[in-house]
């Protein structure tokens, strides 16, 4: 079964950093593309996020670029999410999910993690 386990999210004052972490196990096909995504009170979830198997490939919403870093560890099976100079608009459960090829679109993940809560104070 697999199984996708997000941790490191917290309470940050805006301009702060947290790097969350996601660890995957059970997976049948071996090092996949994995993807963040987020989702604030109310909206829909949205892409922040993805990166290939090797890590040469990533990809990042217009929102987040050049504040946050999508980077993995295979022979961990975890994916981070760097994330600097944190703004209020960051907050959301971030969740992460795993699919075969990188994507933008949450409709084409297979599997998703529980989500960890992100608060960016002003």
């Known amino acids: 079964q697999v199984q996708l386990v997000e941790s490191g999210g917290g309470l940050v004052q805006a301009g702060g950093s947290l790097r969350l972490s996601c660890a995957a196990s059970?997976?049948?096909?071996?090092?996949?593309?994995m993807g963040w995504f987020r989702q604030a009170p109310g909206k829909e979830r949205e892409f922040v996020a993805t990166?290939?198997?090797?890590?040469?490939?990533?990809y990042y919403a217009e929102s987040v670029k050049g504040r946050f870093t999508i980077s993995r560890d295979n022979a961990k099976r975890t994916v981070y999410l760097q994330m600097n100079s944190l703004k209020p608009e960051d907050t959301a459960v971030y969740f992460c999910a795993v699919r075969r090829f990188p994507s933008a679109s949450a409709s084409e993940y297979n599997y998703w993690g529980q989500g960890t809560q992100v608060t960016v104070s002003s």
């Open positions: 059970g997976l049948t096909f071996s090092v996949p593309a």
């Open positions: 990166i290939d198997w090797s890590g040469s490939y990533t």
